[in-house]
């Protein structure tokens, strides 16, 4: 069984390098992506399994858009963000997210951290994990 997964990013390298990693591991397959929040609304229609989320869009944030998934759908939330400060973290921890990345994290982190939501867990980078 495939286990959609949708990308909301606004950089667009960035957004090609996590549709790279969705659609070279199994069982994963790639859904939609989006470049912000209100694009992403159309997520409401057609929810993927996971969603990986960067929190810096332009318009709504993407704890935002966390919020309205959670409460509209049953697609968990990766967040992918450079923020690693406290807020940032609550906040998206909060509003829904059962994960979060820094976006210095390598291809294989996020691969498994694909994984391990499967499995049921939260996956975190290193520093958030000590963190929260």
């Not at 495939?2 to 070279?24: F, G, H, P, R, W």
């Not at 997520?43 to 810096?56: G, R, V």
């Not at 694909?114 to 994990?129: C, F, H, N, Q, T």
Request: one cysteine or more; proline letters at 5%; glycine letters at 6%.
């Amino acid at each position: 069984m495939k286990i959609t997964v949708s990308v909301v990013e606004d950089n667009e390298l960035y957004q090609q390098a996590l549709v790279d990693v969705i659609c070279s591991k199994e069982p994963f397959l790639f859904h939609s992506v989006h470049g912000s929040a209100e694009d992403a609304m159309a997520l409401l229609q057609d929810p993927p399994e996971i969603a990986i989320i960067d929190i810096n869009l332009p318009g709504k944030s993407g704890i935002e858009l966390i919020a309205t998934l959670r409460e509209k759908t049953f697609t968990q939330c990766l967040v992918c963000s450079m923020y690693e400060d406290d807020d940032h973290i609550v906040q998206a921890l909060e509003n829904g997210a059962v994960g979060y990345l820094l976006k210095d994290a390598s291809v294989q982190d996020i691969s498994n951290a694909l994984d391990e939501l499967v499995k049921g867990g939260a996956p975190m980078s290193p520093y958030i994990a000590s963190r929260v």
